[in-house]
């Protein structure tokens, strides 16, 4: 049996991760960030906040053109890669729709701001994030291309994290006339950690 060295592994977990969205190139970039992520720092120790079993309520929109509806969501957040990585899975059921969505995110300390993918059942697959994250506080930007198009568009994710085991998790349409895609909040299962 051929066994392979670690940085393999690595290189293989960056490229499913960190491929490419719509027409832009992401080899440079996904190289970056991998040797960017050697040891877990604060910025790591930050992310772990996320790790966990949650349980959330909220409220959904999908469109402009929806009314409001109540949603119930479960997320699961776990380490990949010996901290350097966070899977977070997480399904959420409404009157109006099913999601059900997979992240990975991870601190790159050469642009200094969070990174990842994010897949999903519903609209656009293969979305990046992108953004900046201290204490409590995550703001993230997402960036996909519809279909047929070149034109990346964009929404904006803020988390935040509270004592005793709560998070919320507010999702904006960023256009013109913006409105509030999901608004979620959490509580950890089993309390804090």
Not at 55 to 67: D, L, Q, Y
Request: charged content about 25%; aromatic content about 8%.
């Amino acid at each position: 049996m051929r066994t392979y060295p670690l940085s393999m592994a690595v290189l293989s977990l960056a490229a499913l991760i960190f491929g490419t969205p719509g027409p832009a190139a992401a080899d440079q970039v996904s190289a970056k960030i991998v040797a960017g992520m050697k040891s877990p720092d604060k910025m790591n120790r930050d992310l772990a906040q996320l790790i966990g079993e949650w349980e959330g309520k909220g409220k959904i929109r999908p469109a402009r053109s929806f009314p409001r509806a109540k949603v119930k969501c479960t997320m699961n957040a776990v380490w990949l890669e010996g901290g350097r990585v966070i899977k977070q899975s997480m399904r959420c059921k409404s009157l109006l729709m099913r999601v059900n969505r997979t992240s990975y995110i991870a601190y790159d300390k050469a642009t200094g701001r969070y990174v990842g993918r994010d897949f999903g059942n519903l609209g656009p697959d293969n979305v990046a994030i992108s953004g900046t994250g201290t204490g409590n506080r995550f703001d993230m930007s997402t960036t996909y291309y519809k279909s047929g198009s070149d034109k990346p568009k964009h929404n904006r994710l803020v988390i935040r994290t509270g004592d005793g085991g709560t998070m919320s998790t507010v999702l904006t349409k960023v256009s013109s006339r913006p409105y509030e895609i999901m608004n979620v909040v959490y509580r950890r299962l089993g309390g804090t950690i």
